[in-house]
C-alpha cells in the first residue's frame, strides 16, 4: 500500500521546537521532490517548504524561513520538517506530499502523493 504518514505534531509553546516527520511506505522517495504544505482554518493551503529528490535545492515560504528546516534521510524514507521557534500564526495542519515534478510542487498543484496531516498548534 502506497502512502506517506506524517506524525510529530502537537502543542508547542511559542519559542520551542517541534520536529514533524513525513514517512513513505509502499514507494521509495528517492525519486520524488517532496513537500510540506499547511492549511489553517479558514485558509486556503500554502506551501511550507519543499526539497528536491537530488537533495540540492531547497524553498522556504518567507514567513518561515530562518526558523523551519527542511531535510530528508532516504535511507529512512523520511523526510523531516524541524520547527524552531514557532510563533501562533503557524498553528495549523501540516501535510507532505511527495512528486516526481518539482516543478508542480512549487506551483502548488502537485497530483503526486498525499499524507493525511498533523495538526501543529502553537500556544502558550
Known amino acids: 500500500q502506497v502512502q506517506l504518514v506524517e506524525s510529530g505534531g502537537g502543542l508547542v509553546q511559542p519559542g520551542g521546537s517541534l520536529r514533524l516527520s513525513c514517512a513513505a511506505s509502499?514507494?521509495?522517495?528517492?525519486?520524488?521532490?517532496i513537500g510540506w504544505f499547511r492549511q489553517a482554518p479558514g485558509k486556503e493551503r500554502e506551501g511550507v517548504s519543499i526539497?528536491?529528490?537530488?537533495?540540492?535545492?531547497?524553498y522556504y515560504a518567507d514567513s518561515v524561513k530562518g526558523r523551519f528546516t527542511i531535510s530528508r534521510d532516504n535511507a529512512k524514507n523520511t523526510v523531516y520538517l524541524q520547527m524552531n521557534s514557532p510563533k501562533p500564526g503557524d498553528t495549523a495542519v501540516y501535510y507532505c506530499?511527495?512528486?516526481?515534478?518539482?516543478?508542480?510542487?512549487?506551483?502548488?498543484?502537485?497530483?503526486?502523493?498525499w499524507g493525511q496531516g498533523t495538526q501543529v498548534t502553537v500556544s502558550s
Open positions: 506530499a511527495a512528486d516526481p515534478l518539482l516543478s508542480t510542487l512549487v506551483a502548488g498543484v502537485s497530483q503526486g502523493y
Open positions: 509502499g514507494f521509495t522517495l528517492d525519486y520524488y521532490a
Open positions: 526539497i528536491s529528490s537530488s537533495d540540492t535545492s531547497t
